[in-house]
């Protein structure tokens, strides 16, 4: 299972504020989620991810990640 510590290397610059709005969650909170800690509100957090990944186009290499990394959370 894909977590948000592995898409962290991949997601863009200023993305985290972003995903912060979309999901409702707190700036602080989804920074630590990125950082590996878990919550409540990490599936929320991981959709809108996925969401925002596969919005700006960004592709990941299915070596690393499998070939449905980006598919609903």
Do not use: C, H, W
């Amino acid at each position: 299972m894909i977590t948000l510590k592995d898409l962290q290397p991949v997601t863009p610059r200023g993305a985290i504020k972003e995903i912060a709005d979309k999901s409702g969650v707190g700036y602080t909170e989804v920074t630590r989620m990125f950082k590996g800690l878990e919550t409540k509100d990490t599936p929320k957090v991981l959709k809108v991810t996925k969401e925002l990944l596969r919005d700006r186009g960004i592709m990941l290499d299915p070596a690393k990640f499998g070939e449905n990394a980006l598919q609903e959370a």
